[in-house]
């Protein structure tokens, strides 16, 4: 039997309808499947952390592969398929909980190099990955996202597509495109198309505050139309003359706009005014 049947005769013996609020489209392309298991690259000393685990269809795979699965799940009625589904493993434990209320801080340390892997819930994708890349116990992370939210991610410095998102995950990690989805890979057909995408932990140069560094980027960002002196000037509270000045030293323009600016670019402006901050008086 095809995925698709098999996820579609699994729902109506459940008697489960997808809920579109929590972002319930599943994987019925075997061939992704693989692929996504063969792009995280799991081996029996593994700790993989699944977001979203849905009916299984990753999870399987990971337990039989890796030393431990820990498969995150909202939904208390998927929950109990997938229990069913994969059965109970001595590598495998299921949280039945929101991802965005887990304190995973408490349960990896920097020692266990988790290997994140999932099929991103889309109304979360961005939060996460602002959020879990920022974390010091992953090794690598492989997601499916929204086709928009992965060109965002990839684009190049100057191209009108660029954000915080952008800046912020290519300060921590190096990202990779994997491949295109089309939206028939999922049960029900989501209204876009999506891509697989691979985050591997990666600093430049390191930043002297990471808080500073983000609110740095943030106001550039906050206006789109104003030059980064109006925007640094009005968000972070500085005057003129000393956004010039830092400007100046960071050898950018000051009619410069923030999609035209690189990482590294932001992490200088964000340690000047560092520096800045820490000069007595
Ligand atoms: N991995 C499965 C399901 C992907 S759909 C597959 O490929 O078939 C996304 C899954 O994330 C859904 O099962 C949904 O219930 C779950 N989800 C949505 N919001 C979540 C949250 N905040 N925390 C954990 N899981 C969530």
Not at 8 to 37: A, C, G, M, T, Y
Not at 242 to 247: E, P, W
Request: net charge positive; hydrophobic share 40%; with cysteine.
């Amino acid at each position: 039997m095809k995925l698709k049947e098999k996820l579609q005769h699994l729902l109506v013996v459940h008697n489960f309808s997808p809920k579109s609020f929590f972002s319930q489209n599943f994987l019925i392309d075997e061939k992704i499947v693989h692929r996504l298991i063969e792009e995280i690259g799991v081996e029996k000393e593994d700790f993989i952390l699944e977001i979203g685990a849905g009916t299984g269809i990753l999870t399987s795979h990971l337990v039989r592969k890796a030393g431990k699965v820990w498969a995150v799940e909202i939904d208390e009625e998927l929950c109990k398929i997938l229990r069913e589904e994969v059965g109970e493993k001595d590598n495998l434990k299921i949280l039945c909980k929101d991802i965005t209320r887990i304190d995973l801080d408490k349960i990896f340390s920097e020692k266990d190099k988790v290997k994140v892997v999932g099929n991103l819930p889309y109304h979360i994708a961005s939060w996460l990955l602002l959020h879990l890349v920022r974390k010091k116990w992953w090794k690598v992370m492989v997601f499916t996202i929204q086709r928009e939210v992965a060109q965002r991610l990839l684009s190049p410095p100057g191209d009108k597509k660029r954000g915080v998102l952008t800046v912020v995950v290519s300060y921590y990690a190096k990202v990779e495109k994997v491949i295109d989805i089309p939206p028939q890979a999922f049960y029900p057909v989501p209204k876009v198309g999506s891509t697989v995408v691979r985050f591997r932990p990666e600093k430049k140069v390191e930043v002297f505050n990471e808080r500073a560094f983000l609110a740095t980027v943030k106001a550039a960002f906050t206006t789109r139309r104003k030059t980064l002196l109006n925007c640094f000037s009005r968000e972070l509270r500085l005057p003129r003359e000393v956004v010039r000045d830092i400007l100046s030293e960071s050898e950018i323009s000051e009619k410069a706009r923030a999609e035209q600016l690189r990482v590294e670019d932001f992490i200088r402006i964000s340690n000047i005014i560092q520096r800045g901050k820490d000069l007595p008086g």
